[in-house]
């Protein structure tokens, strides 16, 4: 018999408005939502508190500093990647995509290996075949423009991998998120340990791997993508021009615009806008970037990723429902366009048919707090 899950007295967050009522779900998917809050029996009470879908996060950082819990500490990628699902599902995340960057530099001592990002997915697929996952997981290569390596790590993958999205960065000195040198520096010194005089070296190194390689990275990134059914999304718009290449490769969102101008160019061209969730929980971007409550205010935000903080991706979206006075579209920014903007049509909102990806959470003097997750209607936290 399949397993029902009732979850009565609840808010309901749909799509475009909170709803007192009740949902049902039949093995993993929403069958049933009613505004009727009758005691049924089996039925779990939620005390009038929020049900809301699971939150679904593009791009997070958050598997490497379990990989690597201090500087240079390697972590067993096994274990790793355990306890940053176990650590996502309790911030309310019930689907993943796990940037793994490719593109390396191992003429430098400061660069990981080349076979980083294909190791990391075969612990991670193992996983997810064993069904020792909490939630939904998929893989996100970051492809580093600026490296040595970006090609045949690229062509390390191939369909059987579902490779869903492949952003294309380049973190050159001087360019988009380091086009303040100041910045970079400060960066890449505190982070990096590295001296003035090794930081001098490293970009002078940087800007020459550039020179030889951009062009032809860009290009095999953009390949991988078509070759791999992935989704296109450029990283740290600066310029107009940066987004009119965006529009001319087919990119569907971009993460992390750095300026207003840039953003207001991804409008232009309807490419959703995503930003990360420290810089609207600290109200500022920590590389002095455009601010995240400065677009939302001004209607150019479209996605939420909590980029190195999981447990920020909720609470931004409660930041924005403050904002825009509007519960419903803040929590869109954290579920279903992201979903849409990954391709993932299964997911991200409270319909009829979705999968049975679902939160209960509670405000606090307007903080939230998650109480219970599901995923695919199976109790995770
Ligand atoms: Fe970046």
Redesign the pocket.
């Known amino acids: 018999m399949t397993v029902e899950l009732i979850l009565t007295n609840a808010k309901l967050v749909l799509e475009h408005e909170v709803r007192v009522g009740t949902l049902i779900c039949r093995g993993d998917t929403i069958t049933e939502i009613s505004s009727s809050s009758s005691s049924v029996p089996g039925a779990i009470d939620c005390g009038g508190n929020f049900i809301a879908p699971g939150l679904v996060e593009l791009h997070t950082d958050n598997l490497e500093r379990h990989l690597e819990p201090r500087p240079a500490v390697k972590w067993p990628k096994r274990e790793a990647v355990l306890a940053h699902d176990a650590e996502l599902a309790a911030c309310g995340i019930t689907t993943v995509f796990d940037a793994m960057r490719v593109g390396s530099i191992p003429s430098s001592d400061h660069s990981d290996t080349d076979n980083y990002a294909r190791e990391l997915a075969d612990v991670l697929l193992k996983l997810k075949a064993q069904d020792q996952l909490k939630i939904s997981h998929f893989i996100h290569l970051r492809a580093e423009i600026c490296s040595e390596t970006l090609e045949q790590e690229l062509n390390k993958f191939t369909k059987e991998d579902c490779v869903q999205i492949i952003s294309v960065?380049d973190?050159t000195p001087c360019a988009?998120?380091?086009a303040n040198l100041s910045q970079f520096r400060t960066y890449a010194t505190r982070k990096g340990g590295l001296t003035d005089e090794e930081f001098d070296q490293h970009v002078a190194q940087l800007k020459a791997i550039s020179a030889r390689y951009s062009v032809r990275h860009e290009r095999a990134a953009c390949e991988a993508a078509a070759r791999l059914g992935s989704v296109l999304a450029s990283?740290?718009d600066t310029e107009i021009a940066h987004v009119e290449t965006s529009a001319q490769r087919g990119m569907t969102f971009a993460?992390?615009p750095t300026t207003m101008i840039a953003a207001e160019a991804c409008r232009d061209y309807n490419i959703a806008i995503m930003m990360g969730a420290p810089n609207l929980i600290r109200g500022e971007s920590h590389?002095g970037n455009v601010s995240a409550a400065e677009l939302a205010r001004k209607d150019l935000l479209d996605i939420v990723s909590s980029d190195y903080v999981p447990a920020a991706l909720f609470q931004s979206a409660l930041v924005l429902g403050t904002l825009w006075d509007d519960l419903p579209r803040a929590i869109k920014t954290v579920t279903l366009a992201p979903a849409r903007a990954a391709g993932l049509m299964d997911r991200g909102s409270l319909a009829v048919g979705q999968r049975a990806d679902l939160i209960q959470f509670r405000l606090d003097q307007n903080r939230g707090i998650v109480d219970r997750v599901w995923s695919q209607g199976q109790s995770i936290f």
């Open positions: 960065m973190h988009r998120q380091f990283h740290d993460e992390f590389s």
